[in-house]
């Protein structure tokens, strides 16, 4: 009797755990990050796994390494947010989501040349972004142990680079760093900025708007 009710469980938990993996998004840009994504984590419904920007780091210094996706809408479409959503892995080895920005990235548009509005007769919001970016495309996001740095255009050739540190005691990101950098590939060069341009109230990554610092 014993051996047929632990059959039976097992098999009610084999049914539950086909179900929650039916129920799990778990859809990837490329094939390769398939096994990059852990096994535990299901992303929000509707959005695909577009890149991966860290998963070999401990961003809150807990001694377990964590997971940083950036997603994008599986049915994307102009005015879209990208989202870049932390896990943090507990203990147990088991991934939590920890927080979601949807602020680090430019707005989505199917092509940022001006051509494409101009062919399309598009003179209203869309346009008035892409006047606004300056080779957006080009915008990346890095993780440096406890340290996200959001890289974007500003003008041809050169752009800024915004440092934002953890405070462990506030579970949250605040400026602490900026930097010009100049050029691509070998011939690129990054010049700290010295000069007093960090507001006394420290500013939060929450707060982070790429056009405020866009002409």
């Known amino acids: 009797m014993k051996a047929i009710v632990t059959f039976f469980l097992l098999t009610i938990s084999t049914i539950v755990s086909l179900a929650q993996?039916?129920?799990?998004n778990r859809a990837v840009h490329t094939t390769s990050f398939t096994k990059r994504l852990p096994s535990?984590?299901?992303?929000?419904?509707?959005?695909?796994l577009w890149d991966i920007l860290a998963d070999t780091i401990d961003i809150?210094?807990?001694?377990?390494?964590?997971?940083?996706?950036?997603?994008?809408?599986?049915?994307?479409q102009d005015g879209d947010t990208t989202l870049v959503v932390l896990y943090k892995q507990n203990e147990n080895g088991r991934h939590?989501?920890?927080?979601?920005?949807?602020?680090?990235?430019?707005?989505?548009?199917?092509?940022?040349?001006?051509?494409?509005?101009?062919d399309n007769k598009d003179t209203s919001y869309f346009m008035q972004l892409r006047q606004r970016y300056s080779s957006p495309e080009f915008s990346e996001?890095?993780?440096?142990?406890?340290?996200?740095?959001?890289?974007?255009?500003?003008?041809?050739?050169?752009?800024?680079?915004?440092?934002?540190?953890?405070?462990e005691k506030k579970d949250d990101w605040y400026l602490?760093?900026?930097?010009?950098?100049?050029?691509?590939g070998s011939t690129?060069?990054?010049?700290?900025i010295t000069r007093s341009t960090i507001p006394k109230t420290q500013y939060n990554i929450k707060d982070f708007n790429m056009f405020d610092y866009l002409e």
């Open 21 to 24: 993996m039916k129920n799990c």
């Open 40 to 48: 535990d984590i299901c992303l929000p419904k509707g959005y695909l």
């Open 60 to 76: 809150n210094s807990d001694g377990h390494v964590d997971f940083v996706a950036r997603l994008q809408k599986i049915n994307v």
């Open 96 to 118: 939590e989501s920890w927080v979601t920005f949807n602020n680090l990235f430019p707005i989505y548009l199917k092509d940022y040349h001006y051509d494409y509005y101009r």
């Open 141 to 167: 996001v890095f993780f440096e142990k406890d340290t996200i740095i959001v890289k974007f255009n500003t003008s041809g050739g050169q752009g800024l680079l915004l440092y934002f540190a953890i405070n």
């Open 176 to 184: 602490v760093k900026q930097a010009i950098w100049f050029g691509l």
């Open 188 to 192: 690129s060069r990054i010049e700290e």
